[in-house]
């Protein structure tokens, strides 16, 4: 059987699979369950061409790794036939442990654990199951591969990763100002003693890069219509969390499972990764659509008005605003809703682009002497420090004129 | 409230939403459900991009049915306000009556009745929860109303329809080549007499769209992959419905109510089109994750089979192959399927491009003299002659490697 | 010195130099000198983006020529170093014996010669001055290379050239319906005893190619108001012909050299190779721009007409319409143009597309069965046979409103 | 005769001629010459695409300032049909007064006078050719009108002008990161009292603009390559300015009519700009063509290696290279350079991005609640202050390998 497919990609043309057990991979249930969980979580909400998939990202992801990869060799870099292939496999499942909806749900399915700590446990089981084929795959994304370029191109402020949702996300969501050189920066990736860096005369594409970056966290994945149906799937899972623990909530049962209290906390176990592996996108979904019907009127409402995106309202603003919480408090309490209720209908918090800005893992630049300094400390660049600054805003969000019939 | 919104698009940059009505169909839960049903249906099992919905299919119809009254007026013909509303209404809900995965699952869930009698079912329920303000949309729709282009605007060989699912699913499936020239085409239409024509120098883009639209037909729409998991889903509610039948299967009760034998080929009633309204592409996969822990060997291994991609192979050839279904035949029993099973894992079947060519409803072309003829007489173009030949082709579809644990 | 330049395009992003010699060829004077050579010779008179040059032409072909031959190594063909550069260098040089504006003046400044003559004539100097380094290079192009294909992937139906030229083409008029899958294609490209085929599912997309190829030749390449201006430009150097064997026109003398009367039809020599590596679209415009005020009449309102593009009116009819010359004919006369001047004034001819349908050079498929067959013997494909059919209009192409102030 | 055309453009699909006289002042001889005139001077040199000229790029503007118009119209501002019109046409010919290669030799031929002075005379010139016509256009062109937002579209910080030049040039560079949301931003554009304003959620759209627009400077317009050929060419003018002023440079007579010495830092008068409005590319080019080969050695080394791409060496400091210069100087009188001649071989002088930071005109943003503050006192934009601050750089300039041969 021929193993060597290529694969039609609006962004790329061609995603080519380079190796057999690249291909295998591919087709494990736990690889194809990312076709059914979500990039961008509930964008589409917002913006409604956002429906491409982790399995999707997954691949272009790999592609850019391979055109990394091809261009390194050019400039003259000795690259192994297996690190090579280790690579490919490493970024195409640096995300296999997200869970439905991605980020959406990241910390109400499992709090305490990240998404990437499961990657790696689901990796470790793929690697059994592939006797050991990716052993130095998983040295490379956990970054004690010996050779440091390997892990930057994984997870680093400017990764493959990046590269691909960067313009996968702008291209499906129709934001054209997130669109980047992906294929420029990619040309002037160079290695110094091993370390990732880019070419001089590429700075001013990284600080495209880095600002395009920035405008799609605010316009998009801060986008505050997007922020209130995260916060409206966020309160369902609370109460049915809340439901379950009262016992008057019972179905359907491979999701509840996830939000016993006790688990929460805990160590994901064999049982809990393998249920974890059979999650996505639908099983929220038709909880939503069960529920709807459901005799608790919080939770009833909150799924329907989801289903029929009469979402929240929601306000940013740079301090708390008190006076308008207690406005809709007041006004919650006075259409009828209890005081038990209204923590579930009413929401405040904070949100910060401070994700973006994790500073340990800077951009390195090769001069043309070749020195290599910090890029933030390259002249004229006054912008990449200006977009080092952290900025915090906080939301009030809101049910509006409340219906429970 | 402002209901004058913009909404991000990929192919058109942003489609405006021109009038409060239009507003308040959009936000209606029948209409909130398309964003729940793949445009494609299955299509996304060979195309990964290939998720886009009915939602964002109606929303660009209705954009370009803008631009080309638009266009029309600036030709200096007549169009009122209240035509203008209705033309866009009646392309926005042209779909509405499209259910799970689109045409995928059309003749299953109520054998005999198609999604356009459907749209013009719910168009109706729309219209009286509107108090009327749809009745020159549904006279556009059902082609009632005297002013006929309209009516061509929303069905007939080049309508707006056509002008957007061939763009939209080209570009999200990366398929280049069906790419057409909308703008164009749309600048290149005329009225003569109150029907729909096309300029004479449009007679190029017009030969290029049929081509576009063949060439999407085999490539895309016919894909073998994808029409071996059209015959899967098919066979998983083929055999879903004969265990309801049987009694063996009896959730999820929402969905299986499609499946009641004596409902099929009956009319739809109230209550069936209450649930059909519920009803989306989630519905279905989350029946499919059930059902793959069912106790009946067949249902759970095409649902095990469906989820995990491992898909039926197929071939296709001019004439029935005979020899290869006795061969899998006997494989199939041999491997230990009984009799009784051997339909569900087996399949042969025709398909053809004759879909595209019913003929009613021939393209017009304005000669610069101001004659109009039919586009297949103009001279110079043999193409769209040759591509009116109905092509037919014969499957064969089997279970390779039958493993039932 | 470091050779190995990247490129920008705006077609595939980056074009890289990949050898040192194929910098120095691109370096010499007669190469530089494509810069100043319009790929569509007057086209942006109707498409004001056609401003691409030979010069990006040769680069973009080349680039695909590297890409198609990096995919056939990827399938297992040998293809040594020195073969891969010869046959970028036959593709980098193939037009490198166009002259100014392209076709338009081929056939004027040397009747009887063709540009590809011209190219091999041009290489054999290049060739001498690199010491023989392009050798193969000139077998390949000249199909004198024992391995066919390479000839086939520079001069056949389905070569480089074409690949690039349509893409580009389209991409700078605007005619969106000239876009072709040259990615995908060359994809499904491959080599059956040495000799090019394609691979049996990329027969609609070969026909896509066909089709926007005939598309773009109605549509662009003999658009009728770009043919009036080809007409008009031969009809200026026509007469500059005239005046130069009366005496009357003396300047600019290295452009005359080549209107000289006992010149044409000659071989070109020495002499003649080395002034024509110096001519370029500037010399033209510049004589235009001086002619504008010559005494001579004719010479002076057609030059001024040309540079005001105050084109001549033309009409395409199937059959010669003997009426409108009459009339225009008389008119002319009435508005007292000479019977002497009418010949510039008053023009008919023929057009076909037969030159794109030469069938020497048929396209092959290779079946999966390892068959190798004609593609238009492939069932299925009515289309490739009807676009066959040469198509030749008649035009009639006047001035009008003769204002010789 | 039907003035109402359509005009292919690769970035907008379709630009329309909106009104007659719009037509007849595009078919004027003075418009028809843009086509002739290089929007992008030299930068073809380093960017094979970007041929394109002032004709298409004064269409683009022309397109935009339509979109601007109606969607201000949409937004329920009133704009009269004369308004209109005005405003397209003033958008239409702001660059009329553009001369050869665009800036690249805007102070060489007129030092003292700016093409925007020169654009006023020329339409004024038009405005009485057509009786008045222009008026309006002329008002809103110089800022007189009493609308201030016409002219803050025509010329301001965030006008249609940079909106398509930006694009522009980013498409035909293919330097994909100068790409603007050109559609997004007039979506978002407002009037406050009859002045500009962007909405509030329009700035991070502003922002990316601004940042485009930054590194299409320092990418594209600066690029170092691109200014040595700008040097070479201002070195070939004020060479050939000091054989006329001594009287061995006789030719061509109607450009060498710019270089003498005393019509410098003189206003234009009518002769001066009845010539100019014959003078394009061409010019420059058949004269570099002609005295390539004139007996003044310097004259005919730069304009030969002008043609053939071997450009001047040029290196960028942040201060001024004493050393290298002196290393140079000394190395060119070694090579038999006499100190007359140096000048023209060996340049230094100071570049910087001040041109497009004068802030005289800043942005204005409309604020939900109404207010209009300074897009720069918006929080959280700090790359927006980052942006404005002056960088300058020292360039040496110098010819390599001297050869009069």
Redesign the interface.
């Known amino acids: 059987m021929n193993k060597r497919k290529?694969?039609?990609?609006?962004?790329y043309?061609?995603i080519s699979i380079t190796s057999d057990l690249i291909f295998d991979i591919i087709?494990t249930?736990v690889f194809?369950r990312l076709?059914?969980i979500n990039q961008m979580g509930l964008a589409?909400f917002?913006?409604?061409?956002a429906?491409?998939?982790r399995?999707?990202h997954a691949?272009g992801a790999m592609h850019l790794m391979g055109r990394t990869l091809d261009n390194l060799r050019d400039k003259g870099h000795s690259i192994s036939a297996e690190e090579y292939e280790a690579a490919l496999l490493a970024i195409l499942l640096h995300d296999i442990g997200h869970g439905p909806f991605s980020h959406s749900l990241e910390q109400i399915l499992l709090p305490g654990t990240s998404h990437e700590e499961l990657s790696v446990l689901l990796m470790q089981q793929l690697n059994e199951q592939f006797d050991g084929a990716l052993d130095m795959t998983l040295q490379m994304f956990t970054g004690q591969y010996q050779r440091p370029f390997f892990h930057q191109l994984i997870a680093s402020q400017l990764d493959v990763d990046r590269l691909d949702y960067l313009n996968r996300d702008s291209?499906?969501?129709?934001?054209?100002?997130g669109?980047?050189?992906a294929?420029?920066i990619i040309?002037l990736l160079d290695l110094a003693d091993d370390h990732l860096v880019v070419e001089e005369k590429g700075v001013?594409?990284v600080?495209?890069f880095l600002?395009?970056r920035r405008?799609m966290y605010?316009?998009v994945y801060l986008h505050k219509t997007g922020l209130a149906a995260d916060i409206m799937l966020a309160a369902i899972m609370q109460r049915a969390r809340k439901l379950l623990a009262a016992g008057s909530l019972t179905e359907p049962e491979h999701l509840l499972y996830f939000l016993v209290a006790e688990r929460s906390g805990s160590s994901p176990d064999n049982e809990w990764l393998a249920r974890f592996s059979?999650l996505d996108d639908?099983?929220i979904?038709?909880a939503l659509?069960q529920w709807q019907h459901h005799e608790d009127r919080i939770l009833a409402y909150l799924c329907r008005s989801f289903?029929?995106?009469r979402l929240f309202k929601i306000s940013l603003t740079?301090q708390p605003d008190e006076q308008a919480y207690n406005h809709h408090k007041q006004r919650l309490l006075t259409e009828g809703v209890s005081n038990e209720e209204l923590p579930y209908l009413l929401h405040t918090g904070e949100i910060s682009n401070a994700a973006y800005i994790h500073t340990s893992k800077t951009i390195k630049m090769l001069r043309k002497n070749g020195e290599v300094v910090n890029i933030d400390e390259a002249?004229?660049l006054?912008?990449i420090?200006?977009?080092s600054?952290i900025?915090r805003k906080h939301y009030l969000c809101w049910a509006k004129h409340i219906d429970f019939t």
Do not use: C
């Open positions: 290529i694969i039609n990609d609006p962004l043309g061609f087709e249930p194809q076709r059914r589409d917002v913006y409604p061409g429906l491409h998939t399995f999707h691949l291209f499906f969501t129709g934001v054209s100002e669109t980047i050189g294929e420029r040309k001013y594409s600080e495209h600002n395009a405008l605010w316009q059979q639908h099983d979904w038709a659509k289903l029929h995106r740079n002249t004229d006054p912008n420090k200006a977009m600054r900025v």
